[in-house]
């Protein structure tokens, strides 16, 4: 079963924190609150592995936990916090890009956005970002116990337009609190896990881009 022996692996506040494990990670991206840790845990059936909270921008050091089987997921903090300092985001934002431009175990982002509400302009610049690093990323649209059925259609064509997708098919619905997306969520982490370890295209990355929270 998914997330049996599952268990919290390291805090990284800086780069020299990141653990020196050998498995390959997959990283959970999104907005400050937009529910990445509640993704995290409804993957590995657990209440509260990764850490969930009421208040905006409590993840703040990038958080790792080993799945069983050797892998391992990434916690990142989120983005788009307004009740911090502009200094303090560009801190967080110089962990996050350290990490996704310099860690070789990196084979894929699930980039989270809330189903609820049209992508922010730093969703498409993290979307922007990531695809210049060329680091794989899986959208998913969290939180879509709160879109009715008869929605879906037209969350998923605001979705595409705004992220200029060339398909509205490519996200995925998800909700932590229903379960829906779990399957579907598992099989794309399982082909990023598979995929050999890339890395091309990462270099360009450490030339000075601009970062989801500089507006
Ligand atoms: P930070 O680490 O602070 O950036 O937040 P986060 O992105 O990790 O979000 P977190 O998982 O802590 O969830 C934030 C809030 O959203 C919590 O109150 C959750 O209970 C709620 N939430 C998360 N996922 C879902 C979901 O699928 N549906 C609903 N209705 N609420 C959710
Ligand atoms: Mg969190």
Not at 20 to 38: H, L, Q, Y
Not at 76 to 105: F, N
Not at 163 to 184: D, H, I, R, Y
Request: proline share 8%; charged share 20%.
């Amino acid at each position: 079963m998914h997330g049996r022996g599952a268990a919290f692996l390291a805090s990284a506040a800086r780069p020299e924190q990141f653990p020196c494990t050998p498995w390959p990670e997959i990283a959970f991206a999104g907005r400050s609150n937009v529910g990445k840790s509640s993704v995290i845990n409804r993957l590995l059936c657990r209440q509260d592995l990764a850490r969930v909270s009421s208040t905006p921008g409590r993840t703040r050091t990038i958080n790792f936990y080993q799945v069983s089987e050797g892998r391992v997921f990434v916690d990142l903090p989120g983005y788009g916090y307004a009740k911090v300092s502009r200094s303090l985001k560009e801190a967080w934002w110089s962990l996050v890009e350290t990490y996704l431009t310099q860690r070789t175990q990196l084979r894929g982002v699930i980039h989270i956005l809330d189903a609820r509400h049209p992508p922010t302009p730093q969703d498409r610049q993290l979307q922007s970002f990531l695809n210049a690093i060329g680091v794989p990323a899986q959208l998913v649209l969290t939180k879509s116990d709160g879109v009715p059925r008869g929605r879906r259609a037209a969350v998923r064509k605001i979705v595409a337009e705004s992220l200029a997708l060339p398909s509205p098919e490519a996200p995925s619905f998800f909700s932590a609190e229903t379960g829906e997306g779990v399957p579907e969520l598992w099989r794309a982490i399982e082909a990023y896990l598979r995929a050999p370890a890339g890395g091309a295209g990462k270099e360009q990355a450490m030339q000075k881009r601009q970062h989801p929270d500089s507006r």
